[in-house]
């Protein structure tokens, strides 16, 4: 599928499944723990889902479950890859995305969250105050990701 997004740039997304072999250079994780969606406070941009860059030399799933517990403390028990996404960006630098729905086992409480306040949780997106939400929760790509989730039935768990 093809998209544009806020600022206008083109967007293609294709949904996944643990066959495919993820190779984005971002990823985002969905977090399910007791029913509800983990998020994250980013300090700069607000409550959104934890993610981030993938680092040199790591794979995808290295990162998503590195970018978890450094961003929530969130310990997995099942992570599914489900989607990726590019932005075309004006300067044509790559941006490809890795989108997994990730099942928590526990929450480990930590000293440091690194660039966020730690762990949140809210039973539905709708639910975090409008005025806390980080601009990436709004983001169609994003907003598509959890419609899949829900329609795969991760929900209902």
């Not at 989607?83 to 086992?105: E, G, M, P, W």
């Not at 806390?132 to 929900?155: N, P, T, W």
Request: glycine share 6%; hydrophobic share 35%; net charge negative.
């Amino acid at each position: 599928m093809e998209f544009l997004d806020k600022d206008n740039r083109r967007v293609t997304m294709s949904y996944k499944t643990n066959n495919d072999c993820p190779d984005g250079n971002h990823v985002l994780a969905i977090p399910l723990y007791k029913n509800q969606l983990l998020f994250t406070q980013h300090k700069m941009r607000g409550i959104e889902f934890p993610g981030g860059k993938v680092e040199k030399g790591e794979q995808s799933i290295q990162a998503i479950k590195r970018e978890l517990f450094e961003e929530t403390g969130g310990i997995p028990e099942t992570i599914d890859y489900i989607a990726q996404y590019q932005v075309h960006t004006l300067d044509n630098a790559i941006f490809k995305k890795d989108v997994y729905i990730v099942r928590i086992k526990s929450i480990k409480e930590k000293s440091d969250y690194l660039e966020t306040s730690g762990p949140l949780l809210f039973k539905h997106i709708s639910d975090v105050p409008l005025d806390m939400q980080s601009y990436l929760i709004q983001d169609d790509a994003i907003l598509k990701c959890v419609e899949r989730m829900i329609d795969l039935g991760y929900d209902r768990d």
